[in-house]
Each structure stands twice: as C-alpha cells, then as structure tokens.
C-alpha cells in the first residue's frame, strides 16, 4: 500500500481484518476493503472476489498467505488436525488462486505470491503436517507457473524465516528462552522483521521480478541451514544419545 495499491485483505474473522484495514489505511492513505472468507470454502471465496472486483475493477496481485499451524509431534497429530492444516494452506491455495484466474486473471495476467516455509527443507521436527502442506505450495507454485505462463500470470512463492512480532514465532518458535542462542547461531544472527518480508513480496509483485516465475524466494537470514531440528532434543530428552553409545 505504501507503494501504491489499493488492498483486500481477507481472513475468517472479518473483526480481525476490518481492525487492521482501518490501521493499514491510516498508515498509507490507500484504501483497503476487509473481507470475510474461509479458504477451504470456494463459495466464500468468489463471493469475496466479486466483491472485491466490484470496488475496485480489477486484481492484479494474489498473496496467498493462509497458514493453519502448531508444533506436534507426527505420532501425536490426529488425522484431522494434519488434513485440517492441508486443507488450510495446500487446498486453500489452490481453491483462491482457481477462482482468481477464472474470475480475472485468465484474461488480463497478474502476479501469484504464495507464503510457504523451510519447514520441509530437513523435515523439521514437530512439523509434518505444514511441511508437508507447504512443500505442496512450492509443487504448486511451479504447476501454476508452467500451465499459466502463456495467460500472463507469474507465480511464485515466499519463505519466510523466523519473523519478531508475528503470531507465527509467538506459536511456533518453541520455546523462547532459547530463540537468542538459536537465532545467534544462524548465519546472518537475528530474526527477520516484517518490513524485510514486505520488501521481498514488493520484489516478486512488481516489474523488478518481470522474468521471475515458478521460483522459491527464500528470506531466513540462512536460518534453515542452521536451525535446531534434534527431535530427541527437542523434546527434552538429552540423555537419549549417551545411553545408545
Ligand atoms: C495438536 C491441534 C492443535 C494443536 C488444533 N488441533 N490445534 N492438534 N496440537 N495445537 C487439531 C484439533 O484437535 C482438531 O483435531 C484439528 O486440529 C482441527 O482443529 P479445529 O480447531 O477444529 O480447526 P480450525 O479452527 O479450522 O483450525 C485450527 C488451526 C488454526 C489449524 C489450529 O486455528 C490455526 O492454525 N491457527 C493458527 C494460525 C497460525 O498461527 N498460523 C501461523 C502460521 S506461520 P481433532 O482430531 O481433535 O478433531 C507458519 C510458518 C512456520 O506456519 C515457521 C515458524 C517459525
């Protein structure tokens, strides 16, 4: 919005998002409309879209950023909670990004950003339901980018690492005593902040990333080559190594 566009923003709790719309516009002097829509229901979805369509005549961005997520362990996660995080974030790209091109995108080109994560990269513990779900985004990303290149449409997606301030590392960063020795440990130190998320998403939507589709941008400071991903540690049980020695 700071540099130019009018925003949707959307999310099951239009409370949620008609509170940020009114920070956003303060904040920008852009307009923003606060729409409510559950991903997994593609009826909510056109009838957002429609809405939006209707204020503003066109669409030109995409950000898929719905995520559901927790820290569990494989043998704890019941099926609905893996195939409710799958329906969330894989599904869920899938139903906003068909409807967007049908509605819009087929005929006038556009920019898809899916937010995925490293999660998958060594198969972080404690997350195989939105690894999984995510690594299937990535899949999408280059699905999308091979069958709708010739429609205009460039997508790609954008890994974040662990962001201050977010929900996402308030839930998911474990515990926080130990995110300043894990964080000082990865390569670049420190966490990541919103603004340098901002900037990479500014990156992938505008004309700097003209010849850039089917791509994963990651932005995690190098933290997954570092990451503590020890399962047994992780679950606090030290002693596991010496006693197999
Ligand atoms: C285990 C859980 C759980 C938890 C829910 N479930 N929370 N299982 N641990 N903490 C199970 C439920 O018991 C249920 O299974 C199933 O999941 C569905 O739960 P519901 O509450 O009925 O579903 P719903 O309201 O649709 O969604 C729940 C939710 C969602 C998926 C947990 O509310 C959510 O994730 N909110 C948080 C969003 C968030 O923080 N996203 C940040 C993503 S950032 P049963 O079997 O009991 O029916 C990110 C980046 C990663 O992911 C990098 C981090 C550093």
Not at 13 to 32: F, H, I, M, Y
Not at 144 to 151: F, K, P
Not at 190 to 206: C, D, P, Q, V, W
Request: net charge positive; with cysteine.
């Amino acid at each position: 919005m700071r540099h130019g566009c009018h925003t949707v923003i959307a999310s099951r709790n239009q409370q949620r998002v008609s509170d940020a719309a009114k920070k956003l516009v303060a904040a920008t002097g852009q307009q923003c409309l606060a729409l409510s829509l559950d991903v997994r229901e593609p009826q909510t979805i056109t009838a957002a879209i429609d809405k939006a369509l209707k204020k503003f005549g066109k669409i030109d961005i995409l950000i898929n950023g719905a995520a559901g997520n927790f820290l569990c362990a494989a043998s704890s996660l019941s099926f609905n909670a893996y195939k409710t995080v799958i329906d969330i974030d894989t599904v869920g790209t899938f139903n906003v990004s068909k409807i967007m091109f049908e509605k819009y995108f087929q005929d006038h080109g556009g920019v898809i950003i899916n937010l995925t994560a490293t999660l998958d990269y060594r198969g972080q513990a404690f997350q195989v339901h939105a690894g999984t779900a995510k690594a299937a985004v990535d899949a999408m990303t280059r699905h999308l980018a091979v069958e709708w290149g010739h429609n205009n449409i460039r997508v790609n997606s954008l890994a974040p690492g662990p962001i201050s301030g977010t929900e996402g590392m308030r839930r998911l960063g474990g515990h926080q005593p130990n995110w300043d020795r894990n964080i000082l440990r990865s390569p670049l130190q420190r966490m990541g902040n919103k603004t340098e998320i901002a900037h990479a998403a500014l990156f992938l939507a505008s004309p700097l990333a003209s010849y850039v589709t089917g791509t994963v941008l990651v932005v995690d400071g190098g933290s997954w080559l570092t990451n503590a991903n020890d399962y047994m540690k992780l679950l606090g049980i030290d002693t596991y190594y010496p006693s197999k020695l």
